[in-house]
T-cell receptor, first 114, second 113 residues
Framework: AQSVTQPDIHITVSEGASLELRCNYS??????LFWYVQSPGQGLQLLLK??????LVQGIKGFEAEFKRSQSSFNLRKPSVHWSDAAEYFC????????????FGQGTELSVKP | NAGVTQTPKFQVLKTGQSMTLQCAQD?????MSWYRQDPGMGLRLIHY???????DQGEVPNGYNVSRSTTEDFPLRLLSAAPSQTSVYFC????????????FGEGSWLTVV
């Protein structure tokens, strides 16, 4: 069965430092991959998505992610974190053989210290 | 741009009560779904629909009913609320099963006491 794993439940980084959030997926075919961000008490906002083509994907708010098929990974990166980036981040993959549903990872909570 | 609209945003229910979470989208999307979000578990699919008149179960369907009488609307019904259904619920929609962005509503915070 398809699955998504985010190994880090909680990460703390200093403002201005670089960030990498890990995501590993288990999927037989070419995956459609997403990163969403959720601020406290808010809904989900799409940061970026990968469907095909260039494996380095640019998103909103200065985020990027790289699809690495050999490692089954889709890690999210940002060169310099801002305090407003503190939120929960979800990696997700579409499961085509299960009605096209999104399968989510457990989420990574990001804290930013001054 | 209305997008995906969920109502109500907040609701408190007593155990055994019934209620309906409403979801509507104005983008003519074929695919609609309901997720629940619980701490440490990400979002889990409750029910989904690939078009009007067609619904199917997701990962955690027990205790919930859905219907899709129109393309625009996909209500989620709790028949007899239980404390285990305390959660945040998200409705989502997209044009196709895959290859298109999935749009989420803003969420409905439900507490069952």
């Amino acid at each position: 069965a398809q699955s998504v794993t985010q190994p880090d439940i909680h990460i703390t980084v200093s403002e201005g430092a670089s960030l990498e959030l890990r995501c590993n997926y288990s999927y037989g075919a070419t995956p459609y991959l997403f990163w969403y961000v959720q601020s406290p008490g808010q809904g989900l906002q799409l940061l970026l998505k990968y469907f095909s083509g260039d494996t380095l994907v640019q998103g909103i708010k200065g985020f990027e992610a790289e699809f690495k098929r050999s490692q089954s990974s889709f890690n999210l990166r940002k060169p310099s974190v801002h305090w407003s980036d503190a939120a929960e981040y979800f990696c997700a993959v579409i499961s085509e053989n299960q009605g096209g549903k999104l399968i989510f990872g457990q989420g990574t909570e990001l804290s930013v210290k001054p | 741009n209305a997008g995906v609209t969920q109502t109500p945003k907040f609701q408190v229910l007593k155990t055994g009560q019934s209620m309906t979470l409403q979801c509507a989208q104005d983008m003519n999307h074929e695919y609609m779904s309901w997720y629940r979000q619980d701490p440490g578990m990400g979002l889990r699919l409750i029910h989904y629909s690939v078009g009007a008149g067609i619904t199917d179960q997701g990962e955690v369907p027990n205790g919930y009913n859905v219907s899709r009488s129109t393309t625009e609307d996909f209500p989620l019904r709790l028949l007899s609320a239980a404390p285990s259904q305390t959660s945040v619920y998200f409705c989502a929609s997209s044009y196709k099963l895959s290859g298109n962005t999935i749009y989420f509503g803003e969420g409905s915070w439900l507490t069952v006491v």
